[in-house]
């Protein structure tokens, strides 16, 4: 299989002109078997080196099952400029003049035909409004999304999409929504009435009272909780380990508003498989320098808060 892969990538560099020499074999292969082989491909082979090697190649690179995991987080900034590799294959293969991200994203979409189930989208969108309504009409049979940090008013929409998902069993945030103390509580009821299966959670952020209660009244069968670098108070962190009784996993990394040594938290969490709180601490190092030199008036507590 290895062979294979290895042939296959280096056909797939290969010109127009070049690849009509290509071996017979791989020309008549079974398209069950060249779409087995193209799994290790990477998008962009599959988008604009496989396609062109030969009408089989074409046909099994088209396979909906190769694009159902759209990882496009990967070296996001050199992967998607417009001066970037990727955006010269195109030109030079499609002639594709502006190549963007949102173009590159619509056809990843529209090969996975609906089946899409895994996406994870990238820092810094261009337009985090548009792409979001296309992901929620194009894949509905998501099980797993990542969103990076956005703009306010996509977070105020999140709420509205999420009824979308129906199947969706993992949701990443790489920022809680911070916009309006609301919204994380109504992803949360969200999540609760119409995704059924939900049952992992990653976020990072400031939990607040409103947000322990909402994870422990919307979402009390989470198996999977990851907080980490988060602000987080001793209360909420025991309210959550209360109130989520089925956690399997739970992870609060390098946070802030509690210990990693705290012994009652430590009897909450007997029950979690894993349980990691490496690194979190009461205070921020960098408050206890002020606090040391007398400068608790440049970092109060609330605007702290405000700033995690």
């Not at 609906?114 to 194009?138: K, Q």
């Amino acid at each position: 299989m290895e062979t294979a892969v290895q042939e296959v990538s280096s056909a797939s560099a290969m010109t127009r002109r070049s690849v009509s020499a290509a071996p017979a074999a791989w020309a008549d292969m079974e398209t069950d078997c060249l779409v087995h082989v193209f799994r290790r491909l990477d998008l962009e082979d599959l988008a604009a080196a496989a396609p062109l090697v030969c009408r089989g190649w074409r046909r099994a690179a088209a396979d909906p099952s190769l694009w159902r995991a759209l990882d496009l987080r990967r070296d996001h900034v050199a992967r998607f400029m417009p001066w970037g590799a990727l955006a010269a294959a195109f030109k030079r293969r499609y002639g594709v003049s502006r190549f963007a991200f949102a173009g590159f994203l619509r056809l990843c979409v529209s090969r996975a035909a609906g089946s899409a189930d895994d996406v994870a989208l990238p820092p810094l969108l261009a337009s985090p409004a548009a792409e979001l309504d296309h992901i929620s009409i194009e894949c509905p049979r998501l099980r797993r999304l990542a969103l990076p940090n956005l703009p306010a008013g996509d977070e105020a929409r999140l709420p509205d999409l999420i009824p979308r998902w129906p199947l969706l069993e993992h949701l990443e945030l790489e920022a809680k929504p911070s916009s309006s103390s609301s919204i994380f509580p109504a992803v949360a009821a969200q999540l609760a009435t119409h995704c059924p299966n939900f049952s992992s959670l990653k976020t990072s952020g400031a939990v607040k009272p409103e947000d322990a209660e909402a994870l422990t009244r919307c979402l009390p069968r989470l198996r999977s909780l990851c907080l980490d670098r988060s602000y987080m108070p001793r209360q909420e962190l025991l309210a959550v380990l209360a109130g989520c009784r089925e956690l399997r996993e739970f992870t609060a990394r390098g946070c802030v508003g509690f210990d990693e040594n705290d012994d009652e938290v430590k009897r909450r969490a007997a029950r979690i498989e894993r349980f990691d709180i490496a690194g979190s601490r009461v205070v921020d190092e960098l408050e206890d320098e002020f606090a040391a030199a007398g400068g608790d008036q440049f970092c109060d507590d609330s605007s702290y808060v405000d700033v995690m």
